[in-house]
């Protein structure tokens, strides 16, 4: 929205709680909402968003050309035993998908695991689907990310750094003797989907290494913290030049800009737009090889993704990481080029779209 402000915007947002609720009652919470009794000329509606039941609720919209944004999708999402089992998710995805005109994906490993999600659905369902809807799905569907803000590439430059010889721990930087430590950046929900425990474990594997590192964890926490936090925090307190949610865009990205890697131990990256723009900053991806960091980094960027085994998987991602120490022998990772992805190369092809849409 922000890059495309000749066209008028209008939108329906609901509170980011309640998941199971908020994506299969959102058309009944939005029922008598008067925005959604006007006409329009474009809907963009993401993957959260029960589109078919939208428009059946509301037919003045039947005909509106839309948009689904599969941000992620319920197919490929890693399951937790905290959630309660149920197929109702990956209905909305696809139903949605089936309304669209168009469904757009922030990355291509988002639009294959979709596809090959709904293709063992209905390899399970017992009769009934329309021959060819999987190619249909298929035909009207492209890769689309969400654009890094210009911002954060000037973040690494000259004078926008937070020197490594400072730290924040809420208060504003507080100055200590300079250090030649590898500062290491971890920016992600603490949740269990982003791997905090694997975090811990890379953490222990430089420790018995002796790399003269740091670490900076940034990223959203919730109510209930998972213990591999907690334990980061308790013994690891002399790596921690940061711990917890930046105060604002401009010091996150300062953040960004002041580290030397970025390091992924997610389970759940559908685009990996906080290491993307970590790498825009200037920092070296130190990424898992599975979920959508192989389409993004060449090999040499990626650690083996071992599954249920944390410690030898903390092995590998820790031998990398040795690699960009300041006594290292071996060549040195250099940072990749990521200005694909930047709202001036992407802004354009968002506009188009959106005009041939509405002027279709």
Request: hydrophobic letters at 40%; glycine letters at 6%.
């Amino acid at each position: 929205m922000a890059s495309q402000p000749e066209f008028d915007w209008h939108v329906l947002v609901l509170s980011a709680r309640f998941f199971r609720w908020r994506i299969r009652g959102n058309a009944l919470t939005w029922l008598s909402e008067p925005l959604l009794k006007q006409s329009w000329d474009l809907l963009v509606v993401t993957s959260m968003v029960d589109l078919a039941s939208i428009r059946g609720f509301h037919p003045n919209l039947a005909h509106t050309p839309a948009f689904l944004y599969m941000h992620e999708n319920q197919f490929a999402y890693p399951a937790s035993d905290a959630q309660h089992n149920s197929i109702d998710p990956q209905m909305v995805n696809l139903y949605s998908a089936i309304s669209a005109e168009a469904v757009l994906f922030n990355s291509d490993w988002n639009r294959r695991s979709f596809l090959e999600g709904v293709e063992k659905l209905f390899r399970r369902l017992p009769d009934g689907i329309p021959e060819g809807t999987l190619e249909r799905i298929a035909g009207k569907s492209q890769v689309l990310p969400v654009p890094i803000d210009e911002a954060v590439f000037l973040s690494g430059g000259e004078g926008q750094k937070i020197d490594k010889g400072e730290h924040l721990w809420g208060n504003g930087p507080e100055s200590r003797p300079g250090s030649s430590a590898l500062r290491i950046v971890w920016a992600a929900r603490w949740e269990y989907d982003k791997g905090p425990d694997r975090l811990l474990a890379i953490m222990q594997e430089l420790d018995r290494k002796a790399i003269n590192y740091q670490v900076c964890v940034l990223g959203e926490s919730f109510q209930k913290v998972p213990e591999a936090m907690t334990r980061i925090q308790q013994q690891f307190s002399h790596r921690l030049v940061q711990f917890g949610y930046a105060s604002s865009r401009t010091e996150y990205y300062q953040w960004l800009g002041s580290a030397d890697v970025i390091l992924s131990t997610a389970l759940h990256e559908f685009q990996g737009l906080a290491v993307l723009e970590a790498v825009a900053a200037g920092c070296v991806p130190i990424v898992p090889e599975r979920e959508v960091y192989p389409e993004l980094f060449a090999p040499e960027y990626l650690y083996p993704d071992c599954g249920d085994d944390i410690l030898t998987e903390a092995a590998y991602a820790a031998a990398l990481i040795e690699r960009q120490a300041a006594n290292s022998h071996g060549e040195r990772l250099t940072v990749p080029d990521v200005r694909r992805f930047s709202l001036g190369v992407l802004s354009p092809v968002y506009k188009t779209l959106l005009s041939e849409a509405i002027n279709k």
